[in-house]
């Protein structure tokens, strides 16, 4: 997949911070920017989901067994 460049702006003490802490874990700053950015999409996308989920049992709190759910769908 082709890459592209994206630029943020930070102050110094920000920068200063995020390019040490990127070096204890032998990460380049791109590469941690990265990570950290798709870690904290993904957080965000189980955390909706979750939501979405207690919202549905909430209406009908119906639970199964795995037992259950392996002769429905197995």
């Not at 702006?9 to 990570?35: H, P």
């Not at 909706?48 to 259950?68: C, L, M, Q």
Request: proline share 3%; glycine share 2%.
């Amino acid at each position: 997949m082709p890459s592209s460049t994206m630029t943020i702006r930070l102050d110094t003490g920000d920068k200063d911070l995020i390019t040490a802490y990127s070096r204890v874990f032998g990460k380049s700053v791109s590469d941690f920017m990265r990570e950290s950015a798709l870690s904290r999409i993904e957080d965000e996308l189980d955390l909706k989901a979750w939501d979405e989920a207690k919202a549905e049992y909430d209406a009908n709190p119906i639970s199964y067994t795995a037992a259950e759910i392996a002769e429905k769908y197995l």
